[in-house]
């Protein structure tokens, strides 16, 4: 599936990208290849074959979620630079 330059330099203003016509011309041959190969996969029989969204099987390595003791509020604003009624006080970001 052959992809035309303007295609490329559609994709490029999509990202926010400036192709010259060298990268232009290497980012259509790449690109093809790739929907050509795109192309090859399409056409393998998948019939019974589950669908994946890892190779590998994966399994949870979190811990239990438990609760602990926590800080009390004088304590986690101890180090605070600036705080004001029982919080921290950021400046302001937003006009």
């Known amino acids: 599936m052959p992809l035309t330059p303007e295609e490329v330099e559609h994709v490029a203003l999509l990202g926010r990208l400036e192709l010259t016509a060298q990268e232009r011309e290497v980012f259509t041959r790449q690109l093809s290849a790739i ?23 994966l ?20 180090n605070a630079p600036e705080q004001q009624q029982g919080c921290f006080q950021v400046p302001r970001v937003i006009e």
């Open 35 to 57: 929907l050509d190969y795109f192309q090859q996969l399409r056409e393998l029989d998948t019939t019974g074959v589950p669908p994946t969204s890892h190779v590998i099987p």
């Open 59 to 78: 399994q949870n390595v979190f811990r239990e979620d438990e609760s602990g003791k926590s800080l009390s509020q004088e304590e986690t604003l101890a």
